[in-house]
């Protein structure tokens, strides 16, 4: 079974642009949780979706936002970047409400 | 305010020999899974061993085995015959399970940094 997938790997972008991060479950997962991982700050979750329903949010700002496709496929999305968004995006899917959750590789966003 | 915390940040082992890294959380809920998480230079987070907080007996999975006291709030990973491949930053989290059935989400120490050497 493939794992936990995350398009793109890597990512720069400069301030002021957008960006969307894309995540794909292991298959039959319907729940897709994402973490932002910096040196800092550790590890903070972002924002939780099961069956295309946001059912949990972290402490962020409204720039970033998220969805989850009818086949579970899940998009992040940051506007108006600022160089601290530069972090490691990580994205973990899990089959239910009380499974645990399995990460992808993550994606590298650096803000200059 | 739930938390982890994980008192090592740095820990280094002679190959073969066995380590354990410390883990203590906070929470007010009664319900809850715990993890021991493991990412290498890869950044790759590998799930290491995973503790139902209702269970009484420690998990174990091969090499990895946990210590939990539930009631002291700690859940320590101990690692025998360590290998060159433990090395890692070893995460601490636990997340809730909530009423209802929803759980909340993973919250995650600061991490331990292992270096195993030859």
């Known amino acids: 079974k493939a794992g936990v997938t995350q398009t793109p790997r890597y990512l720069i972008k400069t301030r002021g642009q957008q960006v969307t991060l894309s995540c794909s479950p292991i298959?039959?997962?319907?729940?897709v949780s994402w973490y932002q991982q910096t040196p800092g700050q550790g590890l903070q979750f972002l924002f939780e979706y099961f069956s295309e329903t946001q059912r949990n949010k972290g402490n962020f700002p409204g720039r970033f936002s998220g969805r989850q496709f009818s086949n579970s496929r899940s998009e992040m999305n940051v506007s108006t970047l600022e160089l601290g968004d530069s972090a490691l995006y990580l994205c973990?899917?899990?089959?239910?409400?009380?499974?645990?959750?399995?990460f992808g590789p993550g994606t590298r966003l650096t803000v200059l | 305010a739930q938390t982890v915390t994980q008192s090592q940040p740095e820990m280094s082992v002679q190959e073969a020999e066995t380590v354990t890294l410390s883990c203590t959380y906070d929470?007010?809920?009664?319900?809850?899974?715990l993890f021991w998480y493991k990412q290498p230079p890869s950044r790759q987070m590998i799930l290491v061993i995973r503790q139902e907080a209702y269970k009484q007996q420690n998990a174990t999975e091969n090499r990895f085995s946990v210590n939990f006291q539930k009631a002291a709030k700690s859940f320590s990973l101990k690692i025998s015959d360590s290998q060159l491949g433990d090395t890692a930053m070893y995460f601490c989290a636990f997340i809730p399970y909530l009423y209802g059935g929803s759980q909340g989400n993973l919250i995650f120490g600061k991490g331990t940094k292992l270096s195993v050497k030859p």
């Open positions: 973990a899917s899990s089959f239910s409400q009380i499974n645990e959750q399995f």
């Open positions: 929470t007010s809920e009664s319900n809850y899974y």
């Open positions: 298959s039959g997962h319907r729940s």
